[in-house]
């Protein structure tokens, strides 16, 4: 393993070399200009799991490394000329392996790119012999930093040098990849954007100065997300872009009787529209996220014959997104998201005249908390065998509406407690999601065989996307028949007695 260390801000390269040949014999192999480029997913998956993606290029070469942060260790390296977009599309199988599980359908983005000259050293002794090589990387902005490698066989001679670099020369062992520093520069940090929702409310804080921040919170996450929807960089984008957008409308709807009831009524139309403009490319993307699923879920004999469908959602997803993308340049959009914006940052006035704006948040939080929590309840024991599919749908938005409501206020309760209780929470909604999302399938793809049936498609497609609807249709079954056991652990009454005292609290 290799040894980085750091150079003194006074110490330049020249300086380094022009004082280490006065110890040891210096030749300089190569000297190169190089880019550094880290790479990343918007939301930080390799960092978030110990990896470093760097992409460096020279005349001579360019390089993908892929390396454990904290030991400057390569787990995997190849040449390319470009940097894939996906993970999928690397040639190399160890890196698909590597990356597939992680990425999934996440884009890998330049996080952000450094210009240096690179020396690279050899240092000898009295007879010549190579006993340790240096990179030394000078940067402008940034220490200047170099790597050791060790020469088999000239350990003693390779330490006594090492000893000279911080004991003489000022280095200090690096502490940080590069990255850091570099991220710095441009006022960010690793991991400085993240879909999952961290609002840290005092218990006393006003209920509608809590509700601007609320709503703040999520007005970020929707501008950060707002042009890889656009671009359509990646499909998590607009998912992430649709649940800001989701998460504010539950809270306008939620929340009553905190803002000014006209400001409430306006931007909860404007949000509602949000959600129905950006549905339809958001299904597409879905569909083509699965496709690999829907293939595998069929016979092995006549899963080829499904690949027209993929070519055919395709097509409606990029006629879709552009629609999309049109409609988020207008000026409907950015005015009234502006409008919004100018709202939240307006400083709350001092005696509010809606009937909860002075409650406290805790308070206010209680009461919300409670009474959905019960129309969950109330909803999930009315279903039977024989209730119709809306019935088990509208109990799916109750359990949402919850969700996204004990995510706002999680920083006023016991965290364990209520990370328990949003884990039952969210299996009960997972089997919910399962049925609602195989019901919408079905009835699509039966949409979608009429409109390939007018486009001359192969009967042996129409064939095996009915096979798929019959998948779906025993899949959708399942999870009806798996919702009783769900919700009979969500309304246990250890559960119940937990959520009760979790308020109390």
């Known amino acids: 393993m290799s040894l980085q260390f750091d150079f003194p801000a006074n110490l330049s390269a020249n300086k380094f070399i022009e004082r280490l040949s006065t110890m040891t014999g210096v030749h300089l192999a190569s000297r190169q200009y190089t880019l550094k480029t880290y790479y990343d997913s918007f939301d930080w998956r390799l960092y978030s799991n110990g990896i470093l993606c760097e992409f460096n290029r020279s005349k001579t070469a360019s390089v993908i490394h892929f390396k454990k942060p904290d030991q400057d260790q390569t787990i995997a390296s190849v040449e390319l000329k470009e940097v894939p977009a996906f993970s999928q599309q690397f040639q190399s199988g160890e890196l698909r392996e590597l990356l597939s599980p992680i990425l999934e359908m996440r884009a890998l983005l330049p996080v952000c790119t450094l210009d240096y000259d690179i020396y690279y050293l050899n240092l000898t002794n009295h007879d010549e012999k190579t006993v340790l090589r240096l990179q030394l990387e000078e940067h402008e902005l940034l220490p200047n930093r170099v790597t050791v490698q060790k020469i088999k066989g000239y350990n003693k001679a ?136 829907f293939k595998n879920s069929l016979p092995e004999a006549i899963r080829d014959d499904l690949d027209p469908l993929y070519e055919f959602l395709f097509t409606k997803q990029q006629k879709s997104q552009q629609e999309l993308a049109k409609k988020l340049k207008t000026t409907h959009y950015l005015a009234t998201l502006s409008e919004w914006e100018q709202y939240l940052k307006q400083q709350a006035p001092n005696n509010p005249v809606e009937a909860h704006a ?92 009429e409109e390939m049936l007018s486009q001359n498609v192969h009967a042996n497609t129409l064939m095996a996307m009915g096979v798929l609807i019959q998948n779906l249709d025993t899949q959708r079954t399942q999870a009806r028949q798996d919702f009783f056991e769900k919700f009979a652990t969500f309304r246990h009454e250890e559960n119940h007695s937990a959520f009760k005292a979790l308020l109390a609290d």
């Open 158 to 293: 390779a330490e006594q040098l090492i000893s000279a670099f911080t004991d003489e020369l000022g280095l200090t062992p690096s502490q940080q990849p590069l990255l850091l520093p570099a991220l710095k520069l441009q006022g960010r940090k690793p991991k400085d954007y993240s879909s999952k929702i961290t609002i840290n409310l005092a218990p006393d804080m006003r209920a509608d100065i809590a509700a601007k921040y609320i709503y703040s919170h999520l007005l970020k996450a929707i501008k950060a997300n707002e042009q890889g929807t656009i671009a359509d960089t990646d499909s998590e984008f607009l998912h992430d872009f649709r649940v800001a957008i989701r998460r504010t409308r539950a809270g306008l709807s939620q929340l009553k009787n905190v803002l000014p009831e006209q400001t409430s009524t306006r931007f909860t139309e404007f949000f509602s529209w949000l959600g129905q403009i950006t549905g339809p490319t958001r299904d597409l993307d879905v569909y083509l996220l699965m496709f690999a699923d």
């Open 358 to 449: 002075n409650l406290s948040i805790k308070h206010l939080a209680n009461r919300r908390l409670w009474k959905n929590y019960q129309r969950v309840l109330k909803e999930g024991k009315a279903i039977t065998e024989d209730s119709p599919h809306d019935d088990l749908h509208e109990l799916r938005k109750s359990c949402k509406k919850l969700r996204y409501l004990m995510e706002f206020f999680q920083s006023l309760y016991h965290e364990q407690q209520i990370k328990h209780f949003i884990k039952n929470l969210k299996g009960l909604q997972e089997v919910l999601g399962t049925f609602q999302d195989c019901s919408v399938q079905e009835e699509t793809l039966k949409q979608f065989s």
